[in-house]
């Protein structure tokens, strides 16, 4: 029988699981720490979210959820810190994780998980000290985003490849949520293959579900007989929201006529790099001629989320990359087809042809031209939808998590003397044990 964690130190610098994604830093990121920390809570296995302050008000100790207790470290201003700004504060942070460490018997913890590349720089050293395995999720790949770059973003600092270079070449287990990345992680980044997991994310049947679409309508606003596309996500270059105005102003071009039914949701806000695009968006709209059709619908929370879904005809997910698309994979399990860039994660999220359309390149009459194929056989889609979703769970992530973690902790066993680092250390120069 394997030994179990009891406890998992969840390192999640840059962004807060309590806080609502779809703006700023906050996406699915966030979502996954919520959905594998609770069903890990349920397992029996307690989880300390660690994540930076980045207000007054936020208690120092949150229990998000019985068995998960959300830390607010304090790193740095609480506020005006741009992500960019945080690897000068990943010291502080640390130190912070420490010293909660510190407060208990050696063997708190059993796990560290970090959660993007700052955590992972954070994780690394926890691991040293604590002498536990450092499970490592990149989420997002500096290399590989810079090298899909949409105009108007700015490409990520050198200091970030560096920084994930080196969490790459020190974590037990590199967790990717496709065997894509996995394979992105190896080629670009030598990582070692038998360390690097592919375990996909998950998504809440419960929550995202086939609904009545009439009630949905109404509840969201929307006529019965409307066209109704869908752009889920924070609004920055990245997800290229601009593309489905584009893509709707080709097809009002083709057929005036769904000028009268046509209607464009774009839900989110603004994040990062992305603080101009919905002014740019607004005068995008001005100059297509579309502005009668789009409406811009701020960040929502899950229920309402899953009626714009239902709501909707098709979503859009036109980004220039992806590691994953969680709104592709909720719009699915809400019973909506997909139309998605031909990119990363999304290419695993949507089966083409089956559950949506995948679409190569980046021309507006090829989004145009699939939302057509997909509005013409939308019913046979939107079971296919159903059943690509229903393959995602996020107890199945969690079960293979729960693997990596006890075979991490199993090898760290088999491998490594038995006394931790910082002891040998101390040992070596004649102090005194903790
Ligand atoms: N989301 C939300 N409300 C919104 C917009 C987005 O809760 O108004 C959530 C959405 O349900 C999804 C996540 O944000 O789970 C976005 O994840 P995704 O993987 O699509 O993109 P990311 O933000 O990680 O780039």
Redesign the pocket.
Known sequence: MPVLPRRVATLSVHTSPLE????GD???????VVEVSRRLAARGIAVDVFTRATSSEQPPVVEMAPGVTVRHVSAGPFEGLGKNELPAQMCAFTAAVLREEAQHDPGHFDVVHSHYWLSGQVGWLARDRWGVPLVHSA??LAKVKNAALAEGDDPEPRARVIGEEQVVAEADRLVANTAEEARQLVDFYDADPRRTLVIP?GVDLQR?RPGDRQRARQRVGVPADAVVLLF???IQP??APDMLLQAAARMLADDPSLRARLQVLV???P?GSGLAEPQRLQELAVSLGVTDVVRF??????E??AD?YRAADVAV?P?HN?????????AQACGTPVVAAAVG?LCTAVDDGVSGLLVAGRDPEGYASAIRRVLARRELLAAGARRHAAAFSWDRTTDSLVGAYAAAMAELRDTRPAIRPAERFRSAVGLRAR
């Not at 609502?20 to 703006?23: E, H, I, L, N």
């Not at 906050?26 to 996954?32: D, H, I």
Request: glycine letters at 16%.
């Open positions: 609502q994604p779809g703006a906050a996406g699915g990121m966030n979502v996954y989420h997002t994310p995202f889920v996500g924070r990245l997800k839900v989110g806000a994040s619908i701020p960040p929502q929370a899950p309402q989320l714009h997910v980004s992806e590691s994953f698309g969680l709104v592709a994979l909720e994660g």
